[in-house]
């Protein structure tokens, strides 16, 4: 099984990424896929996440109302549309795979290799 992520870079403070993470070896069918990121010295932290089988949709409160976790079925692929960044948003981000909706690090299956999200003050 492999995660890529894409989508990172540098943005302004207000501006917008979209991330992409496309899984591949495995049709995750009943599975929760989200995002996890990372800051320089912190821990890693759960950012969002989608269940596949029913759309339901979970965020850390810190991004509710700025942040859209979204998936392609399809695609294999689930997207974290990312609005009205904010400096404290910078942080490498992972996309990771797990059973169920689970909030900590360890309890997630598969990660994506991670990408770099820089928001300028």
């Known amino acids: 099984v ?3 992520a894409f989508g990172g870079g540098l943005v302004q403070t ?5 991330l992409s993470c496309a899984a591949s070896g495995r049709t995750f069918t009943s599975h929760v896929m ?3 990121r990372q800051a320089p010295g912190k821990e890693r932290e759960f950012v969002a996440a989608i269940r596949r089988s029913n759309d339901f949709t979970y965020y850390r409160d810190s991004v509710k109302g700025r942040f859209a976790i979204s998936r392609d079925n399809a695609k294999n692929t ?3 549309q990312m609005s009205s960044l904010k400096p404290e948003d910078t942080a490498v981000y992972y996309c990771a795979v797990a059973r169920g909706l689970y ?3 360890s ?3 598969y990660w994506g290799q ?4 820089t928001v300028s003050s």
């Open 2 to 4: 492999q995660l890529q």
């Open 14 to 18: 207000g501006g917008s990424l979209r």
């Open 34 to 36: 989200g995002w996890f």
């Open 78 to 80: 689930v997207y974290l």
């Open 103 to 105: 909030y900590s690090s």
């Open 107 to 109: 309890d997630q299956l």
């Open 114 to 117: 991670g990408t770099q999200v």
